[in-house]
DNA sequence: CTACAAGTTCAAGTGAACTTGAGGTCAAGC
DNA sequence: GCTTGACCTCAAGTTCACTTGAACTTGTAG
């Protein structure tokens, strides 16, 4: 096992200390003990790092992300809801593809309005169809 | 041109009201005029609209949004910057698609860590080398 | 004409995700 | 043994994207 003190694992993650401090407070990471007034984290926290990272550029919350490896420190949702996620994710993956084909789109057609273009329309659909999606889950959730 | 009220607006795109006008206020979305104080809307706001939450779904900030399709109505900026951000969403894209397949990975894989996956490793390694891009950007960009 | 639902403004509040600042502690180097 | 600097805690501050509340106006129905 590797020691690492805060600034190390600041370092090497990419991750200002002070957020690993609210992460830690938050559950999220956890440090292995102290050596004095100092954390002592080990490689492994590298790891739940990237996880983190990983979901937060997905769109989940820190609340959520922290929900789908609880305390124990794997992976903990049933397969169900990571399943459901993974659709998720999906669906934004699909949705991104448009924005990123929409942007090429805008970039290459001289048309003085991209609202003309099919392409664009379509991409637009898919966009406020997703967005209707998610303001209606993020109402019902917390109820 | 068919007219709408903020309503009506609200219904058809899934936005609130307050929203609508926040969105106005920050110079997203225009009314036409007024009906005595009442904003008065036209239909090309819903592809607005659509093409705003497009932008946040890619992880666009609002000021970034308003940016791209300038005062005049639409799309604005240059070619160049047009692609940048589609190749920054194209990154973002391979990295949702991995944290997708690493998540239905987890829902499948019944080995007590995942970590210990190749699969798994690869997605994470690309998911930190983006948050540390995205930091450094974040940092210079204000500057 | 009155009531009232649906609009309006403007200021303040909210929640998420951090960051910053003040003041304190401790191991190491001079 | 004292200073230095990296670390600590805890509270408060910041930014973003909205939402809420209070007080006010207006078009329409009775």
Redesign the interface.
Known sequence: MKWMDIAEVARR???PASTLRFYEEKGLIGSVGRRGLRRVFVS?V??R???I???????FSLDEIGAMFAPDG??QVD?VQ??A??DE??R??H??????D???H???CPA????ECPTF?R??????A???RR??KSRSKPG
Do not use: F, N, T, Y
Not at 53 to 59: F, I
Not at 95 to 100: G, K, T, W
């Open positions: 993650s990419g991750v492994g590298l790891e790092l990237s996880l990272a990983l979901g937060r550029a997905a769109g794997r992976p397969r990571l399943l996620k993974a994710l999906d934004s993956i949705q991104l593809a448009a924005l990123r929409g942007l090429r805008a970039a290459a003085p309005s991209h609202m329309q991409m637009l659909h898919v966009a406020s997703d967005q209707a303001r209606a």
